[in-house]
């Protein structure tokens, strides 16, 4: 069974006409207010939302950030092996 | 390879090219920056919120381009592993290992993003559905073709290894795909055959802009982690050549 909310289709919100959950009649309405039990409370949309996005770019920072870390520390290896070997060359072979 | 052919002038061939490509590259970078701001855009100030769900179903326009750059990751993996199989040269195992780390962090930012929206949508973070189990195993597979890369060694054994790994485990991408057709589940099928689509212009937009992208990060990451597998391939070799010469450790 699909949750409310989460089936097949996403709608967009009429601006200007109110909440989709806006009662038609007066009866319609809640009469008493009952706790759930054991339930979870109520997240906020903007909170995960948030969350969500903050740990996207995270991740893609993290990443990005150790292969340039690890791309300098290769280059600079490459670069004073090359010195050294040009100096193995120009002496000959061995030091 | 040809470990008597001095390095210096293995470094100058192609010149070029490695010119050139070092151009696209940067290129590309802007492109997708660019992209980035305005896919940013849409989604937070054009697209609008969905009728029941509320804001929290805008994480949807990052999370799905996010799936589908794990199966491209995942893809380029599989095309590696299997080049490497059949040819054995360091490239096409330079090419799934960039692969495999691409998938594994585009498959975080899905298992990370996805409960976030389900907290909301679902009241619960996790449920064994069989999208989401078939996703987790596959982030798992390549969680193991990373760990086993990074810690079993670099020889030929290890990489033959490592490339089955990387072609069988693209057996499950077909798999998680059509899971929510053959065993249905909680997972939304929107835009997935069956869907009802995305009942706004804006909405399509953003998602659109969402995977071109999610396609420009994901060939600049598989791109910057092959060029540092060239480089550490490159680095092995000078390194060879310098004991030949009898430099030691220096």
């Known amino acids: ?95 | 390879m040809a470990m008597n052919e001095p390095v210096a002038s293995q470094a100058t061939e192609g010149g070029g090219s490695a010119r050139a490509a070092e151009r696209v590259f940067y290129a590309l970078v802007l492109l997708a920056a660019i992209a980035f701001a305005f896919t940013l855009h849409v989604v937070f100030f054009k697209a609008p919120v969905e009728a029941t769900m509320g804001i929290v179903q805008k994480i949807f326009y990052f999370h799905v381009p996010a799936a589908i750059s794990m199966y491209l990751g995942a893809a380029a993996c599989f095309v590696g592993s299997a080049g490497y199989l059949a040819r054995g040269t360091s490239r096409w195992d330079a090419l799934a290992r960039s692969g495999a780390e691409v998938a594994v962090v585009m498959g975080l930012m899905v298992l990370v993003s996805g409960p976030l929206w389900a907290a909301k949508a679902w009241g619960v973070y996790w449920t064994w559905d069989p999208r989401l189990t078939t996703s987790m195993l596959s982030v798992l597979v390549y969680v193991s073709y990373v760990v086993l890369r990074s810690f079993a060694g670099d020889g030929d054994a290890e990489r033959k290894f490592a490339a089955a790994l990387g072609v069988l485990g693209a057996a499950n991408l077909p798999i998680i795909h059509y899971s929510v057709q053959k065993w249905g589940g909680n997972h939304p099928t929107v835009i997935s055959s069956g869907g009802g689509g995305l009942g706004h212009p804006d909405m399509k937009l953003g998602l659109n802009l969402g995977f071109v992208t999610f396609a420009l990060l994901t060939a600049l990451l598989i791109w910057s982690r092959y060029r540092l597998e060239v480089a550490k391939n490159r680095l092995q070799e000078i390194e060879e050549e310098a004991l030949e010469l009898g430099l030691g450790e220096e």
């Not at chain 1, 809640?30 to 770019?57: C, D, H, N």
């Open chain 1, 1 to 95: 069974m699909q949750a409310e909310g989460t089936g097949d289709k996403y709608e967009a919100i009429e601006t200007g006409k109110g909440a989709a959950s806006t009662p038609k009649k007066a009866d319609d309405r809640s009469t008493a207010f009952q706790a759930t039990e054991g339930g979870r409370p109520m997240q906020s949309g903007e909170k995960l939302l948030v969350e969500a996005y903050a740990a996207i770019w995270i991740i893609t920072l993290v990443f990005i950030a150790s292969i340039f870390r690890r791309q300098k520390r290769v280059d600079r290896r490459i670069a004073a092996l090359e010195v050294a070997l040009e100096k193995a060359r120009d002496r000959g072979g061995a030091p």
